[in-house]
Structures are given as C-alpha cells and as structure tokens.
C-alpha cells in the first residue's frame, strides 16, 4: 500500500485519483478553507488522520511516515487569470513549504499540479527556483502539461503536472503521456472573453473558481434540438444531465455524465448577444470549458440559457455522482462552484497514479529479487 499526505487538498481531486487508482492509502490531509475541508471530510473517512489547517504550520515529525505528497499547490499567483505577482504574492511562496514537508520527511515520491503559466513567469525564473529548490533534496522531476479532455472527462482543461521520485529508475516511467483527444474548441459566436458561443462538437472551455454570478465567464450551449420537458423539477434536470466523454449529451437518467444530447455548453448565460474574444457555444459531442474560480458556465435548452448546476461542474472534474451529491449536500452553490474550479481533475490524477503504482512495484519486485 502506497501512503500519501494530500498537501493543499480542496475537495480531494488528488485523493479521490488516487484511491480510484487502487492501493494507495491517505495519512492525512491540509487545507486551509473551511469550506472546502468540509466538502472533504463528507466526501472521505477521515477518521484517524492527521489534518492541518494552515500549511505553515505544519511540524513535519507529526506526520505519520508516507511515501508521497501531492498537492497542488495555490496558482493563483501565476494564472493568467490573476496578476501574475509571483513570490510576490504570500500564495506564491507556499511552494516552499511543500520543499519544507519534503525535506523533512524525504518521501519516495511527490506529485504536484499548477497551472501552465507557472512554466513562463518571471521569463522561466520562478519555475528555475522551484526546480532548483526541488531538485537540492535530491529529487528527479519530470513535468507535463496535460489536458484534462485526454482523460475522459467532457472538459478542456491544461495544467502543469510535476513528478519527483528519489529512485533514478523511475525516470521516464511515469511521465510523459503521448495519447491526445482530437477534438478542438470550435467558435460560433465571437465576443469579449466570457460571452463566446461555441459549437457543441468541439471542446468545452476550462471551467473557473470564483463565484461571479450568473454573468460569470462560462459555457454557452445550445439545446435547441432536443425534446425535453418543458418544466423540468430540479431533481429532474439533475439526473437526466449526464457528460459522455465521447458522446457528448445524453438525456438518460441511467449515465453519468455531465453533458446532455443536443445540448450546448455556453458561457455567461445573461451577455449572450455581447461580443468576446473566443466561441461562446459548444456542440453536442464536444466538451464542456475549463472550470475555473471565476467563471460560470451554462447550458441553453430550446434557446434557453441556464447555468451548469454544481453537480454538472464536479462530473465535469471526474467527481463520481454520489462524491458530487455529498459535497453539494454540505455546502451552498457558490461554494461549490469555485471548489469546483480549484480542484484537480480527478481522472488525470487516476492515470498517474496508475503509472506510479506499476512503477512502485516493479522497484519493489527488483529490491526483492537482490535479497
């Protein structure tokens, strides 16, 4: 069993990956926000671990030994999406209290996860110092970008992941991925950011975090096409949305998904005649966008708009239904929303850890053989 200490943890993207992935076990977890720490603790048993509310306080000697520490770490100070202040930014600095932990605990392994700005800001000197001060602990570390869309879930969503082991075996085994989802955004409608139309059979954007109301920067689909009830109850829109990776929208109760046949993903459901920098709607096999803090993504059912419901946003992240349901029974939707959009999408998370393990093993299987 490969023990784990989830560093940074939201709502538990990185855990819910790797417990799906098998044989691995959590010690404990971090998280300073209390709201997300709940839709943690409803979600996983908890009992018995160690928890941390504040990442700079953690005294390392009182974490039970583990053999990776994930996280992923605040990258609000490097997005394009904020002011990009860097180390200037306190949330910027908190990578160093990961070299802290890692430090003192000297771990087999870590995974971490940011967004792909981290790789040019400051021109590439503040990913230099991150490798720099990883790399001094006598760590490898191999990074890719990867897209959330390559692992079946109907988002397109790109972040920088990084993996460091101590053993140099492992080099190249866990990293890189070379499979790619052909699809692409394809724009209908032109606009300002967070008013683009686009065609349902291309990608979704990346979804955002913040709460931002219902103008918010999100998906805009267009469902003109499809039967549907003409005044679905809540719990009705709920179980009939359902995200096919490949398929797109299906209005079957059984399947879940976060996407529904003939319906588009669109974004800021009340600025649709608004012009933007991109596509607005998406078509009906493609992916939903990007969710992020800030933005807010919608659906438009017989030339109706209306806004992805929370649940959509967690199956959009690789979130199971019943992880979904437990932690929008905790929290309010505005909470759940921006969880949403800072987690770490949960499939590509499974996939690592999936290569990790076989890695793990193959060591363990050769340190036995030179017993």
Known sequence: MIRFFDMFSGIGGFRAGLERAGGYKCVGHCEIDAFANRSYNAVFDTENEVFFDDATKINPKDIPDFDILCAGFPCQAFSVAGKRRGFEDARGTLIFEIVRVLGEKRPKYFLLENVPGLLNHDEGRTFTQILIALSDLGYGIEWQVLNSADFGVPQTRKRVYLVGYLDERCAGKILPFTECNPQTVKQILGGNQGQRVYNPEGLGITLAANAGGQGGKTGLYDVSCIDMNEEPTLTQLIRCITGRYNHGIA?????????????????????????????????????????????????????????????????????????????????????????????????????????????????????????
């Open 251 to 371: 209005k079957r109760k059984g399947e879940s998904s976060a996407i529904i046949e003939g319906i588009m993903p669109c974004l800021t459901p009340d600025k649709l005649y608004k012009r933007q920098n991109g596509p607005r709607f998406r078509g009906e096999d493609g992916l939903m966008f990007t969710i992020t803090a800030t933005d807010r993504h919608g659906i438009l059912e017989k030339l109706r708009i209306r806004r992805l419901m929370p649940c959509e946003c967690l199956r959009a992240q690789g979130f199971s239904e019943e992880q979904a349901q437990k932690i929008c029974s905790v929290n309010s939707d505005n909470q759940v929303y921006k969880q949403a959009g800072n987690a770490v999408t949960v499939n590509v998370v499974q996939a690592i850890g999936e290569r990790l393990k076989e890695v793990d093993d193959e060591l363990y299987k050769r340190r036995r053989r030179n017993l």
